[in-house]
């Protein structure tokens, strides 16, 4: 099972980009999906999930700028992201919890880089 991330690249402050990523492989069930990020010196962040019945949660710095959603194909999800600030910055992965062969749980996609410059 593998996730392919895209849509990464360079913006300048109040821009917007679209992150989406793929699962493929033997899938059974998709728990939920979920974009995190990592500047630079920092850990790793959670920064939107979306569960199987359609609910979302989003980090606190990203409300009301970062929507997540579904992709038309199956096992894909976007992550549309406005008004961009500086500190959105980082490299994006694609999380998800997975029912497949053979993996069972969370697995990871490569990253996404995103800059945002002022």
């Known amino acids: 099972v593998q996730l392919q991330a895209s849509g990464g690249g360079m913006v300048q402050a109040g821009g917007s980009l679209r992150l989406s990523c793929a699962a493929s492989?033997?899938?059974?069930?998709?728990?939920?999906m979920a974009w995190y990020r990592q500047a630079p010196g920092k850990q790793r962040e959670l920064v939107a999930t979306?569960?199987?019945?359609?609910?979302?949660n989003y980090a606190d710095s990203v409300k009301g700028r970062f929507t997540i959603s579904r992709g038309n194909a199956k096992n894909s999800v976007h992550l549309q992201m406005n008004n961009l600030k500086r500190e959105d910055t980082g490299v994006y992965y694609c999380?998800?919890?997975?029912?497949?062969?053979?993996?069972?749980?969370?697995?990871w996609g490569q990253g996404t880089l995103v800059t945002v410059s002022s």
């Open positions: 999380n998800a919890n997975v029912v497949s062969d053979p993996e069972v749980g969370y697995i």
């Open positions: 492989g033997r899938i059974f069930r998709i728990e939920s």
């Open positions: 979306i569960f199987t019945g359609g609910s979302t």
